[in-house]
């Protein structure tokens, strides 16, 4: 298959045509998804949550996620793959930024990095563009920002509108090729859609932007505990494998695995 390149995100707007992507944080889901035709896969930094077990992505490190990202990198054969950028490793400006999206870029294989923040994160993105390396932007809710945002909340309803669509237009400007909008009503982020010339990729941001992406544990129904209103679920595997685990435990505690035919004369 052709390999997926920034061009595509741009032909799809253009076309009409609407992109898809999920989270990926192992080589196993990466081979799955990339198969399965979903254009780009976010190592996010929400692996935060769904690998290491931590309450919020503050705490994850660049160091943390390059395995992971050499690891989905490493698996696909035509998705586009965006290392995700953890707090703490691009604020400090404009250079910070550049240096962590190179250790990305030389350690893992990723194809673009991903950060976040509007206006405020324009230069960072300004900066790791001229470098040559794609930048993915993500504004509304953006979660290294939970405590200043006050928590879980959605962002650009009413005059707020107003932030999200200068913030749309700063990391157009900035270079940015896409840009993730994160819990936001559905109108506001039509609108932004409208503005701009990059295409847009919804997170619980409603049906009219140019793309559509989840994070995979709660989308396959792996994540324990609360899930997003805007997350609907295609899979249950934390039934699925917990239901085997319990098979599992009760076959070897009976006798009957391994059988004979699992076993070596
Ligand atoms: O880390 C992540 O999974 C993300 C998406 C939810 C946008 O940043
Ligand atoms: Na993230």
Do not use: C
Not at 6 to 31: C, E, P
Not at 131 to 158: D, F, K, N, W
Not at 171 to 187: C, I, R, T
């Amino acid at each position: 298959p052709k390999r997926v390149r920034t061009r595509h995100f741009q032909n799809a707007k253009r076309d009409g045509i609407k992109i898809t992507g999920l989270t990926s944080y192992d080589q196993l889901t990466a081979r799955i998804f990339d198969e399965a035709g979903i254009d780009f896969l976010l190592v996010g930094d929400s692996s935060g949550n769904n690998v290491f077990g931590y309450e919020t992505t503050l705490p994850v490190t660049v160091d943390e996620l390059i395995p992971l990202t050499r690891a989905v990198a490493g698996a696909v054969k035509r998705a586009f793959v965006i290392a995700d950028m953890p707090f703490g490793s691009y604020e400090v400006g404009p250079e910070e930024a550049l240096h962590t999206a190179i250790r990305f870029m030389k350690e893992t294989g990723a194809h673009a990095v991903k950060l976040e923040g509007g206006v405020r994160s324009a230069e960072q993105i300004r900066r790791v563009v001229q470098a040559g390396i794609p930048v993915m932007a993500h504004i509304g809710y953006t979660p290294q920002s939970e405590h200043g945002l006050g928590g879980h909340i959605i962002q650009g309803r009413g005059d707020a509108v107003q932030q999200l669509l200068a913030d749309a237009e700063a990391v157009q400007d900035a270079g940015a090729f896409a840009v993730v909008l994160e819990m936001v009503p559905s109108d506001a982020a039509r609108q932004v859609t409208e503005r701009l010339d990059i295409p847009t990729i919804s997170v619980g941001a409603g049906p009219h932007t140019d793309g559509q992406l989840l994070v995979w544990t709660d989308w396959a129904g792996l994540t324990v505990g609360r899930v997003p209103k805007f997350v609907r679920q295609y899979a249950d595997l934390a039934g699925i494998l917990g239901k085997a685990a319990v098979e599992w435990r009760e076959d070897v505690a009976a006798g009957e695995y391994p059988s004979p035919e699992h076993s070596y004369e």
